[in-house]
């Protein structure tokens, strides 16, 4: 589908905001989501890092299968409690609650929707991770019913069970800081988490193996939520006089609540989609020893790109929330468009990146130690296939987001998730027999684009009305940018010497190509930045 000949006119940046809401101006949007990101990539280095030590002391072995089958636990945990299970219904709660904060008149909504939510969910949390801890043997079974070390593995995830309950106080207060428009202290909890497993590794791993790994995950989970607490601590004792009001409501609303229904099919949505991982480890476990760390760390490099692009998503939801809970269709749709091109644009210059400099890539980053050359190439192969759904992950993350901000019941999140799932695990039983890691990577690529289609479709009326086909054409452009830079960047690194050469040699030629190739096929976001920093320089002069 292609662009109509005013799609760039139709997603041109919306007026200025009014002046009450200095929040959700673009210089707030653009200060916040330069914080969050560049902590974001101080994580995301230092979980290079560690994937690096996990790397140098155990290379892809039977001992970092063990683990990362336990690490299962975690990863699902982070993206049910932290990244989108909690956020997509507690972001749009505390927005309600601080739009409806001036006309109260009996307390403070926010203090109110603290106290009827927080103790009932800790203690969800707390008694699943009791479960998890308890069912560690049964799990394991489940998760990878061919690993060679059982054992192993049941240590390690009786260890990491309990960021069921850390996790779970971590992005509670990361969801009720980003309704307050505070993105530092939630932004760090990588850092803190990544420091934590490195730490362990460096001082434990020749005492208790990769043992010390699991142990980490458990004292990071302790250190995001002592990273956030004092924020939110501030942020409930300010009280409703410290905020600006919002417009006035329609006369008989109603005190913010979460629903049972939008929590379920929020978290269920979350589970569906972190369920891909999980058909990727059953899979593997089949496989020869390996199999799962060569997955662990190809997906771990090609993601990088992904979590960049959806920084600004991330700061930008809440202010979606909040111009849905004011009645603000209008500005809702425009900044929802303006972040899927922008989030699209992001991750299709570090996917091309990515292609053309995997091999160089994997060497620079991980060839040391246990980690041999044989397992660069295994990786490097992968990572490629995995970079192919990279658009389709962001766009699920993004479009989530514009589905669950209206703070309703929507079961197409979940239908949508549940569809590409099936198609992951249908593509995933019919190649992996015959392809291997190859197979899997590929059939989570495909069944991410089918979630990231189908949840496109079904925006409309009764969530964020955006204009898809302007949308859709945007994206088709940067995408084809975005294969020519990676052809161009692919034939420079092999003509280069050593991986260092490489990979700086072909990132340069992807990010030049690339953003020619915008201006050519006039591309969002490329003709709209040029015209805000021309317009920006005349004004200064």
């Known amino acids: 589908m292609t662009a109509e000949p005013h799609a760039v006119a139709d997603l041109a940046p919306p007026p200025a905001p009014p002046a009450r809401d200095k929040a959700s101006s673009g210089s707030f949007l653009a200060k916040a989501a330069l914080v969050t990101a560049a902590l974001s990539v101080a994580g995301s280095l230092l979980g290079l890092v560690r994937d690096q030590a996990l790397a140098h002391y155990f290379g892809a072995s039977t001992d970092t299968d063990a683990f990362l089958v336990a690490w299962t636990l975690p990863e699902l945990a982070a993206t049910l409690l932290i990244e989108d299970g909690l956020a997509f219904f507690l972001v749009p709660a505390f927005s309600l609650a601080l739009a409806r904060r001036a006309d109260a008149t009996g307390g403070d909504p926010v203090r109110a929707l603290v106290r009827t939510s927080l103790p009932r969910m800790a203690l ?115 009280g409703p006089q410290a905020f600006i009001p919002s417009p006035a409501k329609a006369p008989g609303t109603a005190a913010p609540t979460m629903q049972s229904a939008i929590i379920w099919t929020v978290l269920l949505f979350a589970l569906c989609r972190q369920s891909q991982v999980l058909i990727e480890r059953f899979l593997a476990s089949s496989l020869p020893a390996g199999a799962i760390s060569h997955l662990n760390y190809a ?25 849905l809970a004011d009645g603000e269709i209008e500005r809702a749709r425009d900044r929802v468009e303006r972040d899927l091109v922008l989030a699209g644009c992001i991750v299709l210059l570090g996917a091309a990146a990515v292609i053309a400099g995997a091999p160089s890539l994997i060497e620079l980053l991980f060839q040391r130690g246990a980690f041999g050359a044989q397992d660069t190439a ?30 309703r019941t929507t079961w197409i999140p ?44 079904g925006l409309g009326p009764r969530t964020v009305p955006i204009r898809t086909r302007a949308v859709v054409g945007q994206l088709a452009r940067l995408a084809l940018a975005a294969a020519v830079a990676a052809l161009l960047g692919a034939l420079c690194a092999r003509r280069m010497a050593g991986p260092l050469l490489a990979v700086v040699a072909s990132g340069a030629v992807v990010t030049v190509s690339f953003v020619l190739l915008g201006l050519v096929l006039r591309a969002q976001p490329w003709p709209s930045v040029l015209r805000s920093v021309t317009g920006r320089l005349r004004h200064a002069r």
């Open 124 to 238: 969800c949390f707390a008694v699943t991770a009791l479960v998890l801890i308890a069912a560690a043997p049964y799990i394991v079974d489940l998760l990878a019913p061919g690993l060679p070390d059982h054992q192993l593995a049941v240590d390690c995830t009786r260890l990491t069970a309990t960021c069921a309950l850390s996790f779970g106080l971590a992005g509670y207060c990361s969801a009720a800081l980003r309704a307050h428009r505070r993105f530092v202290a939630p932004a760090t909890v990588y850092v803190a988490y990544n420091i934590a497993i490195i730490a362990a590794l460096f001082t434990l791993a020749g005492h208790w193996g990769i043992r010390a790994a699991a142990a980490g995950v458990a004292v990071g989970g302790v250190l995001m939520v002592a990273a956030q607490a004092p924020s939110l601590w501030r942020q409930l004792r300010r």
């Open 299 to 323: 997906q771990k490099v090609a993601q990088m790109p992904m979590v960049l692009s959806l920084m600004l998503c991330t700061v930008t939801f809440p202010v979606v929330a909040r111009a």
């Open 414 to 457: 979940l239908f949508s998730m549940f569809i590409g799932v099936l198609a992951t695990a249908g593509i995933g039983f019919l190649t992996v027999g015959t392809w291997g890691v190859y197979g899997i990577a590929g059939a989570n690529a495909t069944g991410i684009c089918v979630t990231a289609a189908l949840l496109l479709r």
């Open 378 to 407: 295994a990786t490097a192969a992968v990572m490629r296939v995995y970079t192919l759904g990279l658009l389709g992950h962001t766009m699920v993350g993004a479009l989530a987001r514009a589905h669950f901000s209206v703070a």
